[in-house]
């Protein structure tokens, strides 16, 4: 039979075993979280630029001639696809 200093002793030494794993898994989630926010602020600055290449593109359909509109607007399809798409990924990847 264990005498009660044995036991708290024991106890103890459970309870810093436990704060040391608890202060890891507090270590990791920080990170995961300064992960995410680099993530993110990777995603938004892609997405900004996509959509100011998309502006840049209406802002030549605009001064086209009659001729070249249809040129220009296979690239603004193209780029109007891979902006949604990258705004897409990103709200299901950040929600």
Do not use: C, P, V
């Amino acid at each position: 039979m264990e005498n009660r200093e044995a036991y708290k002793k024991k106890i103890e030494a459970k309870l810093d075993e436990w704060k040391a794993e608890a202060d890891k898994l507090k270590a990791k989630a920080k990170q995961k979280q300064i992960d995410a926010e680099t993530d993110y602020k990777h995603e938004i600055e892609a997405i900004r630029k996509k959509r100011e290449e998309l502006k840049a593109k209406l802002k030549k359909l605009e001064e086209a001639g009659e001729g070249a509109w249809e040129d220009l607007k296979q690239g603004i399809e193209k780029s109007s696809g891979e902006l949604k798409k990258s705004l897409d990924s990103a709200i299901k990847k950040f929600s």
